[in-house]
T-cell receptor
Framework: GNSVTQMEGPVTLSEEAFLTINCTYTATGYPSLFWYVQYPGEGLQLLLKATKADDKGSNKGFEATYRKETTSFHLEKGSVQVSDSAVYFCALSAGGGSQGNLIFGKGTKLSVKP | DTAVSQTPKYLVTQMGNDKSIKCEQNLGHDTMYWYKQDSKKFLKIMFSYNNKELIINETVPNRFSPKSPDKAHLNLHINSLELGDSAVYFC???????????FGEGSRLTVL
């Protein structure tokens, strides 16, 4: 079946450090891939997405590239800020984006220290 | 204006009670969802409605009953609450065909 695996947290970084959160997926067909972010006490917000192989999603300094050959969608940011502290979820939509039945990874908590 | 709003935000109740959580979206989306987030932050879809019709019903006890009076509202009613129902319940909506979800702030249910 379809599934998403992301690195276990928590991840603790100093401000301005480089961030990578790994995400790999298993899916039939050609899923769309997403990163969502959940700030403390809030609901999830879409951070970025990619709908086909080699697409790069980017937003707020975060980037992720859809790699079909390695079935990965790793999240990166060159210089994190304290305000980036949150839980990050990788997700896939097996319907190629046609359905919202997103399958989420277990989330990775990021803490950025000043 | 809040795009997806849920009430109540917090709910503390005793085992065996019946409770409801309401959700409204003002984004004009056709599709709405209920997700459950457990204490380890794991998110799992429970139900999905498209234009008031049920389209996804995951393996959820039949004590949980969603109701969509119109496409802007999706309520969740839970009968005979159990300790294991304690979680944060998120409502979400999406435009048809995008897979992009807009989430409410969540309703934290605690069953004692």
């Amino acid at each position: 079946g379809n599934s998403v695996t992301q690195m276990e947290g928590p991840v603790t970084l100093s401000e301005e450090a480089f961030l990578t959160i790994n995400c790999t997926y298993t899916a039939t067909g050609y899923p769309s891939l997403f990163w969502y972010v959940q700030y403390p006490g809030e609901g999830l917000q879409l951070l970025l997405k990619a709908t086909k192989a080699d697409d790069k999603g980017s937003n707020k300094g975060f980037e992720a590239t859809y790699r079909k050959e390695t079935t990965s969608f790793h999240l990166e940011k060159g210089s994190v800020q304290v305000s980036d502290s949150a839980v990050y979820f990788c997700a896939l939509s097996a319907g190629g984006g046609s359905q919202g039945n997103l399958i989420f990874g277990k989330g990775t908590k990021l803490s950025v220290k000043p | 204006d809040t795009a997806v709003s849920q009430t109540p935000k917090y709910l503390v109740t005793q085992m065996g009670n019946d409770k409801s959580i309401k959700c409204e979206q003002n984004l004009g989306h056709d599709t709405m969802y209920w997700y459950k987030q457990d204490s380890k932050k794991f998110l799992k879809i429970m139900f999905s409605y498209n234009n008031k019709e049920l389209i996804i019903n995951e393996t959820v006890p039949n004590r949980f009953s969603p109701k969509s009076p119109d496409k802007a509202h999706l309520n969740l009613h839970i009968n005979s609450l159990e300790l294991g129902d304690s979680a944060v319940y998120f409502c979400a909506s999406s435009p048809l065909g995008t897979g992009e979800l807009f989430f409410g702030e969540g309703s934290r249910l605690t069953v004692l």
